[in-house]
């Protein structure tokens, strides 16, 4: 039984050696490809502090398409910065928020929102543990730490910690060495035809439990309160804006007075400004799918509303972090 014991730990340390290997290979091609993720963002980051970070799912993510981010800093001469991820709601973006600030500062914060991200744990703690995402957040150790907090106090599932810390998803991400792009963002320059039947099946997407569940409805407005806290606690200004769809998309959204209610309830009492852009913007040639701003419906909602809500913008705040130690990753440039 001896004999056995040495091979046998010989064999699991050289198995540990390869795994390690592949994961540091992995790691590096986190940061190669890397652009859409809002862990990687934040890890390239090398300004202290921006005027604007923008926070939301899908609809807040052309924004950062192609040139479109570096479009708007020329516009109003402010530095922006997009951590907008697919599918994300509350829980998601104040965990995206909390490791921003955690090494930056910024003055404001733009949160583009949607009803569907209040309504599912699909959207909130289910996000943490996508493999998509996961295969693209760099290891960090004050992520690492925040991580952990966030399955032992909010519900997150301790296997989407493992599957952080083990790397299992960079290892297995079959498409490793592809750019870090959305898929909506190849749509970008598109015209969507309008589809009742996709409209339809865009709504069961992204309401899977439908939207009745008031406790759950309830715990994700309480997230949001408790991001705009987050950021106020840090001298940020909290802007809560929602984007135009179209008016049949619209019309099909559930319960969607009942979420502008909430909505306004809470950022009034926040004492932060709520702008619903929802009908300003109604002609098909505005969008790249059902729901989505192509670059010319994106181009004409900032020329219209959002420069100069931008531009309204208050300073960053003064007081800064040290920012990370170039040994903590490679030295990289924004997008």
């Given amino acids: 039984m001896k004999a056995l014991v040495r091979p046998a730990l010989a064999f699991v340390a050289i198995g540990l050696v390869l795994y390690a290997a592949v994961y540091y290979a992995a790691e590096r091609l986190v940061y190669r ?9 934040i890890s390239m980051l090398e300004a202290p502090q921006v005027d604007w970070v923008i926070l939301g799912a899908s609809h807040a ?51 583009v929102l949607d009803s569907f991200a209040f309504r599912s744990k699909t959207w909130n703690e289910d996000r943490f543990a996508d493999a998509k995402l996961l295969a693209r957040t760099p290891l ?8 952990t907090g966030y399955c032992i106090n909010e519900g997150v599932d301790p296997r989407a910690l493992a599957d952080y810390v083990t790397g299992f998803s960079k290892i297995n991400n079959r498409n490793r060495f592809e750019q870090d792009i959305w898929e909506g963002e190849a749509q970008f320059e598109r015209t969507h035809k309008p589809s009742k039947s996709a409209d339809a099946k865009r709504i069961e997407y992204l309401y899977p439990e439908g939207a009745d569940d008031e406790t759950v409805f309830a715990r994700y407005v309480g997230e949001l309160r408790a991001l705009i806290e987050t950021a106020k606690g840090q001298g940020s200004t909290v802007v809560g804006i929602k984007l135009p769809v179209p008016k049949r998309f619209h019309d099909l959204l ?14 009034a009492a926040e004492g932060a400004p709520f702008h619903d852009f929802s009908l300003t913007m109604d002609e098909s040639k505005f ?20 420069k100069p809500l931008l531009a309204s913008a208050a300073p960053a705040a003064a007081a800064v972090l040290s920012l990370r130690s170039p040994a903590d990753g490679p030295p990289a440039e924004r997008k």
């Fill in 33 to 41: 490809t890397g652009d859409s993720n809002p862990f990687f963002k």
């Fill in 61 to 111: 993510m052309p924004l950062d398409f192609g040139d479109f981010n570096a479009l708007m800093e020329r516009e109003t001469g402010l530095d922006i910065v997009n951590l907008a991820a697919q599918g994300t709601g509350p829980l998601y973006n104040r965990f995206a928020l909390e490791q921003f600030l955690s090494q930056h500062r910024t003055g404001n914060v733009l949160y």
């Fill in 140 to 147: 960090d150790r004050s992520l690492l730490a925040r991580f």
């Fill in 254 to 267: 559930p319960d969607e007075a009942a979420f502008d209610e909430a909505m306004s309830e809470l950022f």
């Fill in 287 to 306: 969008y790249f799918d059902t729901d989505h701003l192509n670059r010319t419906g994106l181009t004409e909602f900032f020329n219209r509303h959002l």
